[in-house]
């Protein structure tokens, strides 16, 4: 009975599949099938198979996971339970009204420093400085709670593209990219020095891209722009950290995606349930946000969030920072 009800719904058969493809990228599998997934050339894209629309299976092991998991409980109840129907309300929700801008600076710290990143609890801020088309000199700010001022920083003594910067979640990595090479620095504790950049991490063959504007998200997700994608293909790319390395995913889609007529988009933040990616618009100017229900479902829909360059949220979504569009100093706004 239940074998006849698996061959009436092909769509569960078919959605099934590559929720367990989630386990190839993540070891979650048995041994056997990690075996497999690793018997493929290492330095190349998934196979077609592999890939879809939105995050990819390498995209966020515990959510993906949990998406598996609904996946095979539907086929052994002989029903199709659709992981992004009836998502609830994301952090970041569409429509929010926000505040007037305040400098993320007190007056006299960060003088001619731009904003890069900021931690999603705030505690850590990534600024450099650089002239217009040269390289970046990046350092960390650090403080104790998110109602303290930022006063000391670290710098990093090594020199990055200028739209090549990110910072992860905890404030410990630093990626950035030198003539579209991604490359990765980390210290051992916070207000420790950080290491001399290194690329032994990135397990993945660029295939002719070149990559820019790097974010750092939750579960180990790594995004990035793609400096001269075709048009009508993705404009940008997605990454995950894996066994220590970061392998990389399809490309990424959504119709707002897209590169065309020279349009060229920059991700900029990610939230933390990674339903809502920030990018920004080099050709208008604007910031734009993209929803989807869950990890690894499509971007569906989209908003512009105004003239804010390299907007990115907080954990909790109840303030985004950005750089000032004339002065590129870091600005912040509370969600009302």
Same mark, same amino acid.
């Given at each position: ?123 850590? +801020?990534? /600024? ?5 088309? &040269?390289?970046? $000199? %990046?350092? @960390?700010?650090?403080? #104790?709670? !998110? ?68 974010? +750092?998200? /939750? ?5 990035? &722009?793609?400096? $001269? %994608?075709? @048009?009508?293909?993705? #404009?940008? !790319? ?80 109840? $303030? ?17």
């Amino acid at each position: 009975m239940r074998s006849a009800a698996r061959r009436a719904s092909p769509r569960a058969r078919s959605r099934g599949r590559p929720l367990r493809l989630l386990g190839f990228a993540f070891g979650l599998l048995a041994p056997a099938a990690a075996v497999v997934a690793c018997s493929g050339p290492l330095l190349t894209k998934p196979p077609p198979e592999a890939s879809s629309p939105g995050l990819t299976p390498l995209e966020a092991a515990a959510a993906d996971a949990r998406v598996a998991e609904v996946g095979d409980a539907a086929l052994e109840a002989d029903t199709f339970v659709d992981p992004c129907a009836d998502p609830g309300p994301p952090v970041c929700p569409p429509g929010a009204a926000w505040s007037e801008p305040l400098p993320l600076f007190a007056v006299g710290v960060g003088a001619g420093e731009a904003f890069g990143a900021l931690s999603h609890d705030e505690l850590h +801020l990534l /600024t450099f400085t650089a002239a217009d088309g &040269g390289a970046a $000199a %990046p350092r @960390v700010w650090d403080r #104790a709670t !998110a109602s303290e001022p930022f006063a000391l920083s670290t710098p990093l003594g090594f020199l990055y593209d200028a739209d090549g910067l990110g910072l992860s979640p905890d404030g410990l990595r630093v990626i950035g990219t030198v003539s579209g090479f991604p490359r990765l620095q980390i210290r051992g504790a916070v207000g420790a020095a950080f290491a001399a950049p290194t690329t032994a991490e990135f397990r993945f063959d660029l295939e002719g891209d070149r990559l820019r504007a790097p974010v +750092l998200g /939750t579960a180990g997700t790594l995004w990035f &722009g793609r400096v $001269a %994608p075709g @048009v009508g293909t993705p #404009a940008l !790319a997605l990454m995950a950290l894996a066994g220590g390395f970061y392998e990389r995913g399809p490309l990424v889609e959504g119709t707002d995606l897209q590169a065309r007529d020279g349009r060229t988009l920059a991700p900029t933040g990610v939230s933390g349930d990674l339903r809502v990616l920030f990018y920004y618009d080099e050709m208008v100017r604007l910031a734009r946000a993209a929803y989807r229900p869950a990890p690894g479902c499509p971007f569906t829909s989209f908003a512009d969030l105004g003239a804010r360059p390299s907007l990115q949220p907080n954990a909790a979504c109840t $303030a985004l920072t950005y750089a000032d569009p004339v002065t590129r100093a870091p600005l912040r706004i509370t969600r009302k």
